[in-house]
């Protein structure tokens, strides 16, 4: 099982769209949120990044048509 700490951490990689461009958030959030909304965050994060993936894959498929 994960710790709040290593979730915030996943959460925060997740978030920064270039590994150059860091992003950290307040640990002392951590008071707040419970593990479960951690990782509800955490899993909303990576179905949504999934899904952006798939948009470019169809946006780029476009373009190898005309070529």
């Known amino acids: ?3 709040k700490e290593e979730l ?3 959460i925060e990689a997740l978030l920064s769209y ?3 461009d860091k992003l950290e958030i ?3 959030y951590l ?3 419970e593990l479960e909304d ?3 965050i955490k ?6 990044i999934g899904k952006l ?3 470019d894959i169809e946006w780029l498929q476009q373009f190898k048509k005309f070529s």
Do not use: A, H, Q
């Open 8 to 10: 915030l951490k996943e």
């Open 53 to 55: 993936k798939e948009e």
């Open 1 to 3: 099982m994960e710790t």
């Open 31 to 33: 008071e707040y949120l």
């Open 26 to 28: 307040n640990p002392n």
């Open 18 to 20: 270039k590994p150059d």
């Open 38 to 40: 951690l990782e509800s």
């Open 43 to 48: 899993k909303g994060l990576i179905d949504k």
